[in-house]
């Protein structure tokens, strides 16, 4: 870089920056090119300035950064931009920032003073997304070049093949076409002279190679198949030369020679439905077996020298839809590994097909790929893809999760394998229907050290709840099954994942008893309440049952004399009220809804009383007196839609308000006292709004926090009836809780803490 050249890229950042304060947007010269300009300077001088950041094309920033190297050190801002890269492309400048925010937190890297986002749990490592494909993604490999590098291959439901630069993430050359359908696997096929051929299979029926070198194809396409093929696989013989094998719909397996394109003997049959994959297993002895999956649940061995069936199928999964894959374990042997619909890995010695340890569980969707990475120091783990959008590292010998769920895919996760890149390190590539591979190095980036645990499974709610010593535990809940304590001012977890509930827990609220301990509630669709000591994270008691549905929320309620009952909303259209420190019923269920009951909470009156709110999927709020089990008035009308959640809002002048929210896509005010409307609901929301909660702010005030599917967290001015601010996330916002300093919301999986002087400023 000349002195000339960097008093260029300086000046071209303060012009930039100087029209990106006044106009809010760039020259569209400076948007494209000014990350050219930048990076070779360094990034320090555009990651200084997230207000410019935000103007610069999302797809340049990441193509400058991959022509230099994905795993070059960066910035925080830098980093977060390229992991999130095809998120930020579909919004606006105005738009970004939170969700850069977001991902920095999520790799791991601290909060700078003006960061909106404080934390983010749990924390991932560093990650580059490939973008080119314009559909699904559907399988990758490595193929190594006769230079010594290696390509990444991928296939796509969009019918072409692509080549990358595995670490910079660059296509390597155009993209090879040919196939008439969607293409669903690759393979590298070794040839005896030291080069390799790409083989790439089809549902039009055929399988094509390829030179990797120059992209242009190696012979006429292999037809012999009757229905659309399913994957490949190489299978090296004793000779030096190679056979492809190859997978169908038409229920066979066919081998191929490479070199010739003609067929080697005749296709393999004995699967009863489609066969979905194969996979070559080395054996102790030096020869291999081919290993072949269907969905007629069963995985033959195959001896390829004489193809041959060798022993009995294994009928491995509870599911019929199944694949294979061969697995090189640190003591130097192979097993086989089978994955299917039913979320689990097995793994099986090759040579008797008996169980290798205990399946692999965490999974909550169909597992869709696995491969062996090798990480720095020598270290081999096993990665497993899943229609759960996760990628899952596993020690293969203990059979026990390495780190946390990998996350930054956006739909199911289709595929893995493990390439090598300059300076002997492996990364990880996964594929996936968001139309993107990714490139993962756990030990690159900002997010090293042990990682925090997480929900893996949307979470459902959340609540602050305070404990004995004076200080609060964040509690969030999550269709997994499972309730969460986190700390508030870090999102590091509290102890172990509270466990019990037999499905989705679906809120969680603290109860105040009247010798001053706190118990936390957790209700679920075991139709079950469950009490806590949130100090230890034990049951205090058996379950509460009586409900005969689903229970879908839960809030303490303070009696006039000085006791706090709980109230549970149920989609048996009751809710019902219990003694917190005896699990015993408080009164008769409350009848009246004619739907499912969603959401309740407590509602302070200015005479001092309290009145109960529930809100129901027949569209109204009802209000009830908690000590008579009386209604509070006439049902409160005027959604649209079914109401989902409910909230009180203290007013400066010592009175309160009534919000609900609803799949009317509005949030509406109202006064507990009459029953009546508080102003015009409060528009802004499109799609359903999840939730709210009251936020004090200073100065006495409070606003109102509501959470939506449309993936927005809106702060509205309860007295005004005006919004304050937008903050724009990735995925929907499904729960809320705040404290003084801090907003916690719920996205997807994951929780988050939100600066509330930054979102209100």
């Avoid at 491969?371 to 120091?377: F, K, S, Y």
Wanted: proline share 8%; hydrophobic share 35%.
């Amino acid at each position: 870089m000349t002195v000339a050249g960097e008093a260029i890229a300086l000046a071209l950042t303060r012009l930039a920056e100087s029209t990106a304060v006044a106009k809010q947007s760039i020259e569209p010269y400076l948007e494209r090119y000014l990350p050219a300009h930048v990076q070779s300077i360094g990034w320090r001088y555009l990651a200084a300035t997230q207000a410019l950041l935000d103007q610069m094309d999302v797809a340049a920033v990441h193509s400058e950064v991959a022509r230099t190297g994905f795993w070059q050190p960066l910035p925080a801002t830098i980093q977060a931009t390229v992991w999130a890269a095809d998120l930020l492309v579909h919004f606006p400048a105005s738009q970004r920032r939170t969700i850069r925010d977001l991902a920095a937190r999520k790799l791991g890297h601290a909060p700078e003073p003006n960061s909106i986002v404080l934390w983010a749990a749990p924390t991932f490592p560093y990650s580059a997304p490939i973008l080119g494909h314009t559909a699904e993604v559907t399988g990758c490999c490595a193929v190594p070049l006769s230079d010594g590098s290696t390509v990444l291959a991928t296939t796509s439901e969009d019918g072409t093949v692509r080549l990358w630069d595995p670490g910079t993430g660059v296509p390597h050359g155009e993209p090879l076409t040919g196939h008439a359908g969607r293409v669903t696997a690759c393979c590298a096929v070794p040839l005896s002279d030291g080069t390799s051929l790409l083989a790439t299979t089809s549902w039009d029926e055929t399988v094509r190679l390829w030179d990797p070198r120059t992209g242009l194809p190696h012979g006429e396409p292999l037809t012999g198949h009757t229905a659309g093929l399913t994957g490949c696989c190489a299978i090296q013989l004793p000779d030096g030369s190679s056979l492809l094998a190859t997978t169908s719909w038409d229920e066979t397996v066919r081998l191929w020679d490479p070199l010739t394109g003609l067929p080697h003997g005749e296709p393999l049959t004995g699967h009863t439905d489609a066969v979905t994959a194969c996979c070559v297993v080395p054996l102790p002895d030096g020869t291999t077996i081919l290993a072949t999956a269907g969905r007629d649940g069963s995985v033959f061995l195959w001896d390829p020298s004489t193809i041959h069936p060798r022993g009995d199928p294994l009928f491995a999964h509870t599911d019929s839809s199944i694949r294979c894959y061969a697995v090189p374990l640190p003591d130097g042997t192979t097993v086989l590994a089978t994955t299917n619909l039913d979320g689990t890995v097995r793994l099986w010695d090759p040579l008797s097909g008996t169980p290798h340890g205990e399946p692999l569980t965490g999974h909550t969707a169909a597992v869709s790929g696995c491969c062996t990475v090798q990480l720095a120091g020598g270290t081999t783990v096993l990665a497993t893809t899943s229609w759960d959008r996760t990628v899952r590292l596993w020690d293969p010998r203990t059979g026990r999760q390495y780190g946390n769920p990998l996350t930054g895919h956006t739909a199911e996760v289709t595929g893995c394998c493990a390439v090598p890149v300059a300076g002997g390190i492996s990364v990880l590539a996964t594929t996936s229907r968001d139309e993107t591979t990714r490139l993962w190095y756990p030990e690159a980036g900002g997010a090293r050290g042990e990682p925090l645990t997480g929900h893996s499974d949307d979470v459902t709610g959340c609540c602050v709840v305070p404990l004995a010593d004076g200080t609060k535990v964040l509690a969030t809940t999550s269709r997994d099954g499972t309730m969460r304590l986190w700390d508030p001012g870090t999102g590091a977890p509290r102890g172990d994942p509270l466990t019990g509930h037999t499905s989705s827990v679906t809120g969680c609220c603290a109860a105040p008893l009247a010798d001053g301990t706190i118990v936390l509630v957790t209700t679920s669709w075991d139709e079950t309440v469950r009490l806590w000591d949130p100090g230890t994270g034990r049951p205090r008691s058996d379950w509460l049952t009586g409900h005969t549905d689903r229970v879908t929320g839960c809030c303490a309620v303070p009696l006039p004399d000085g006791t706090t009952i709980v109230a549970t909303a149920s989609e048996d259209e009751t809710v019902r009220l219990w003694d917190p420190g005896t699990g015993r019923p408080y009164g008769d269920p409350l009848v009246g809804h004619t739907d499912w009951v969603t959401g309740c909470c407590a509602v302070p009156l200015s005479d001092g009383n309290t009145v109960l709110a529930t809100v129901s999927v027949d569209c109204s709020v009802r209000l009830w007196d908690p000590s008579t089990g009386y209604p509070h008035g006439d049902p409160l009308i005027g959604h649209t839609d079914w109401v989902t959640g409910c909230c009180a809002i203290p007013l400066p002048d010592g009175t309160t308000l009534l919000a609900t929210t609803s799949a009317d896509s509005t949030v509406r005010l109202w006064d507990p006292s009459t029953g009546d409307p508080h102003g015009d609901p409060m528009t802004g929301h499109t799609d359903t709004v999840t939730g709210c909660c009251a936020v004090p702010v200073p100065h006495g005030t409070t606003v109102l926090a509501s959470t939506s599917r449309d993936g927005t967290l809106r702060l509205w001015d309860p007295t005004q009836l005006e919004p304050l601010s937008v903050i724009t996330f990735p995925e929907p916002t499904m729960a809320v809780a705040a404290t003084a300093s801090t907003l916690f919301v719920g996205v997807g999986r994951g929780i988050c803490g939100i600066s509330v002087s930054a979102a209100t400023e």
